[in-house]
């Protein structure tokens, strides 16, 4: 299944700002930043990263409903979003 990018651009977003999230999180451990500081911030970027999954997920399950597609496999399906829980 091909996902298309213009469906993902808030996706692709949210992703951009993880990465940046996450560079931070690598700068504070650098800086022997407060503990509970970077963990809050760790926190946030899981939290980005399991909302960028769940959207691929659902954008593409939005597609595959769409284009009535005969490859589309539930239990696959089902194990990509199972991965995320």
């Known amino acids: 299944m091909q996902l298309d990018p213009q469906d993902l651009t808030p ?5 951009k700002r993880a990465q940046g999230q996450l560079t931070a999180v690598i700068r504070m451990l ?14 946030a970027v899981s939290r980005a990263l399991d909302k960028a999954g769940f959207s691929i997920i659902a954008t593409g399950l939005e597609q595959c409903l769409r284009q009535e597609d005969p ?5 696959e399906l089902e194990k990509m979003f199972l991965s995320l829980a």
């Open 11 to 15: 996706t692709i977003n949210r992703l």
């Open 30 to 43: 650098e800086e022997s930043r407060d503990c509970k500081d970077v963990v809050t911030q760790l926190s």
């Open 71 to 75: 490859s589309l496999d539930k239990a």
